[in-house]
């Protein structure tokens, strides 16, 4: 059905070595046919062998030469697309490539739509759902988690698994269907008890999946961190600290930073998306205020709140404010300054917070300390001493983080680990038809109850390797895409 001839430029569209441009669909071999030639002006590109590359010129229609290029040949089905592909590769420049490009386009081909070579590989059948979108996520990718966590997907990690899930619901699906059908041969004394035995391990394994979920975002698209503090605390500093250059502009007159700054910040294996707020502090000012009351906004769906504090001077009522803001949330107070003579101790820090939130605060001394022992304390705010001047305990914050967000530990070896939101929103579902179908277990309801929502569930599922998946939902997938994919 989808025998029309597409094109794009693969490579990014600047100043380079090389260029791809690639051509992929039933007439990809006659139409790049027309516009090349070797050496001996004499060549059949159909008469190539597969997977072999070619080197030639790429041809205008009035005779003249446009490029020398190396041409490669993949014929059906054994290409990406699963289509005849021909890639041109040629000299890098964008206006090369665009008016190579051109050409192919003259010569009968239609200029691809973002991510339609994979959406064709998607749709004849090379690879499912999942996998497209590992590929996605690889070129996007901001960390080497996020790298190697989409080349696990690429290979298959998720739709194994999602796989094997959706084979034990099947197999109960198909023995309820057919002990109803014919219950003369097929019984089912005792079925129930094997049943819930599955629902608990099917259960268990989404769980497994979804706690994932939660790391994998944040290890994918960072933690969503928000700087807060009075003026002049040293917000600024911090930031520039982290993103190790002069982005934020850091002055010593309050109130400076009113808009928010966005930064995506990486500490070795953690990633921070970092926005930096306003000071906050109370304000008769009101463009100011709208800084204040957007921090506070912003604080609200933060994963993590780094709220800086100078213990060179006393602590105000705009401290007890900030920490009446953030004591619900995962917190590490950064006792700023601490080159300075200190003003404020950290035992004062603790006490009001603790008079404030009713909880016993931690100062967090060195990565040594061991989490059950940090959680015996607090599990959502943290102290640490640091010096955005003198780039003292910058350390001590990441190795906090690692043990308030990912347990201390960082792996992506071993597990299969969730990215996607999309993943995440079709296993909450399961997770919600497994749950009925436990309820309906426990409450003694007909077999008939079970198979509805095992139905679902495995539907769900289907959804993320792309069973089950409506035009409008493929068609948004691929069209966040790059160009050329
Ligand atoms: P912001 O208003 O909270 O963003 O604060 P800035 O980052 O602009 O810092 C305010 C002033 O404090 C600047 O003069 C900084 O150089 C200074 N400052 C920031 N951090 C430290 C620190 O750790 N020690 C000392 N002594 N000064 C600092």
């Known amino acids: 059905m989808r025998t029309d001839t597409i094109a794009a430029i693969a490579t990014a569209l600047s100043d380079s070595g090389i260029g791809i441009i690639r051509v992929s669909g039933e007439e990809a071999i006659p139409i790049v046919h027309k516009i090349y030639r070797n050496k001996k002006n004499q060549a059949v590109l159909s008469d190539y062998h597969s997977h072999t590359i070619h080197y030639g010129f790429i041809i205008e229609k009035n005779g003249d030469l446009i490029d020398e290029v190396m041409v490669s040949v993949m014929k059906s089905p054994h290409s990406y697309t699963t289509e005849d592909t021909v890639e041109i590769n040629c000299h890098g420049g964008a206006l090369m490539m665009k008016k190579i490009l051109m050409t192919v386009i003259e010569a009968g081909a239609r200029l691809a739509e973002p991510g339609e070579f994979t959406k064709r590989a998607f749709l004849n059948g090379r690879m499912d759902l999942s996998r497209a979108e590992a590929v996605m996520d690889m070129i996007h990718a901001k960390n080497q988690f996020a790298l190697k966590s989409s080349i696990k997907q690429l290979r298959g990690s998720v739709s194994d698994k999602i796989k ?246 960082i792996s992506y070896d071993n597990e299969v680990c969730i990215t996607s939101s999309r993943h995440k929103e079709a296993l909450l579902e399961t997770l919600d038809s497994m749950n009925q179908v436990r309820a309906s277990l426990e409450n003694g309801m007909p077999e008939d109850f079970y198979s509805i929502d095992l139905m679902n569930a495995y539907a769900s599922l289907g959804r993320i390797i792309g069973e089950e998946v409506g035009d409008d939902l493929v068609n948004e997938i691929f069209s966040k895409f790059c160009m050329g994919k």
Do not use: C, W
């Open 164 to 409: 094997e899930l959706r084979k034990k619901i099947l197999y109960e699906i198909a023995f309820i269907e057919s002990a109803l059908d014919d219950p003369e041969h097929i019984s089912l004394d005792g079925y129930e008890e094997r049943l819930s035995g599955q629902v608990s391990y099917l259960l268990k394994e989404l769980e497994k999946l979804l706690e994932s979920a939660d790391n994998g975002k944040m290890m994918k698209e960072g933690i969503r961190t928000v700087i807060v503090g009075k003026p002049n605390v040293g917000k600024s500093s911090l930031l520039n600290l982290l993103v190790g250059q002069d982005r934020a502009i850091v002055t010593n007159v309050a109130g400076t930073t009113r808009d928010t700054l966005e930064e995506t910040v990486n500490l070795g294996d953690i990633t921070l998306h970092v926005i930096d707020t306003a000071g906050i502090r109370s304000t008769e000012d009101v463009v100011e205020k709208i800084g204040v009351e957007k921090a506070k906004t912003i604080s609200e769906d933060a994963d993590l709140i780094l709220y800086v504090m100078d213990t060179s001077i006393p602590i105000d009522d705009n401290d007890k404010d900030i920490m009446r803001m953030i004591k619900d949330k995962k917190t590490i107070i950064l006792l700023n300054k601490s080159d300075l003579d200190e003003v404020v101790d950290q035992s004062s820090v603790a006490d009001l917070l603790s008079e404030i939130t009713k909880k016993s605060i931690s100062l967090y001394v060195s990565s040594e300390m061991n989490y059950e022992e940090e959680k015996q304390q607090d599990e959502n705010i943290h102290m640490v001493k640091f010096s955005a001047k003198e780039n003292n305990g910058l350390d001590s914050l990441v190795g906090l983080i690692r043990k308030m967000f990912f347990h201390g530990r």
